[in-house]
């Protein structure tokens, strides 16, 4: 018993231990004002997808836990900042310090662009991030939103605050699934996108979950049109189980509805045997606990 606790206890540690590492830092501009709401993503050293990232907060500092003690290359991006990226070693480079970024100058030569910079407007829980008609705006929108302050982009997972926010568009709810909903801003064109809103904190006019929300206004109208979804699992114990799962959603220029259904009737089959002996101090048993037990649980349903 001694030796199972031990190999329990040896294991914990070994899982504890891979990922304990962490990686912090403080970004600043030329004058050493913070930059926030820059990104900061993390990749492999031998892959060109990120595989974990975070922004940076008001005063510029960062921190990206839960990491294996390896190399990796992470990357620092603002929009009007050059792209800075790094090789790093951890642990023995958890505290990157500060990094400075560098304001990204283009130089023209004989031609002449007219067309807008993007803008970045902070109000009272809310930002607001204007791309229309500019050098951002082509594209996918999910490849917009990849370059949008406060929003970040990890294997086409959308998190705002390390959490994944309510969608909207037109200040209308989007009641897609993750994986639709990246289907539908991979296949939207950025060129119809007006600004981006990030709402850290939601007025009472969005019908919206506890949270942050991602409102993307476009310059005209985007008819989502009807998705839909079943699914279903079937395993096979004692006694069968199986869930079934749709959902249907329909948005248009003046109407928007959503309704899903669930079901997963079951039946639970429970076998415990447990055996517990209680030793003296010189090694004799004291007692024994023997048990078995069984338990057999009805149909369950949800909606």
């Not at 500092?61 to 839960?66: L, M």
């Not at 220029?253 to 010189?282: A, C, H, M, T």
Request: overall charge negative; glycine content about 6%.
């Amino acid at each position: 018993m001694r030796t199972v606790f031990s190999l329990m206890l040896f294991l914990c540690t070994m899982t504890l231990t891979a990922q304990h590492a962490s990686v912090r830092g403080m970004l600043v501009d030329n004058d050493e004002n913070p930059v926030s709401f820059a990104n900061i993503l993390l990749y492999e050293a031998d892959s060109e997808r990120p595989i974990s990232g975070t922004t940076s907060n008001d005063d510029g500092s960062f921190v990206i836990s839960k990491l294996e003690d390896k190399e990796y290359i992470i990357s620092f991006s603002f929009i009007g900042f050059q792209t800075k990226t790094r090789t790093i070693g951890l642990p023995s480079e958890e505290n990157l310090g500060t990094i400075v970024l560098e304001e990204d100058s283009e130089i023209l030569d004989e031609t002449h662009i007219i067309g807008r910079r993007p803008t970045l407007k902070r109000e009272m829980g809310k930002l607001i991030f204007n791309v229309e008609n500019t050098s951002l705006s082509t594209g996918s929108t999910l490849n917009l939103l990849q370059r949008t302050p406060g929003i970040l982009v990890v294997q086409d997972r959308i998190t705002v605050q390390n959490a994944i926010p309510t969608i909207f568009i037109n200040d209308k709810r989007v009641y897609l699934s993750f994986e639709e909903v990246t289907s539908l801003l991979n296949n939207m064109d950025a060129g119809v996108v007006k600004a981006i809103e990030i709402i850290t904190n939601a007025s009472a006019k969005y019908d919206a979950d506890a949270g942050a929300i991602l409102n993307i206004i476009t310059s005209k109208a985007i008819s989502v049109g009807y998705k839909g979804s079943v699914s279903g699992r079937w395993e096979q114990a004692i006694f069968p189980k199986y869930n079934f799962t749709t959902s249907h959603f329909y948005k248009n220029d003046w109407i928007n509805l959503y309704g899903s259904y669930s079901v997963s009737p079951r039946k639970e089959n429970k076998d415990q045997e447990d055996f517990i002996r209680f030793f003296q101090p010189d090694g004799s048993t004291k007692s024994i606990w023997d048990s078995d037990f069984k338990e057999l649980q009805g149909p369950m349903r949800t909606n």
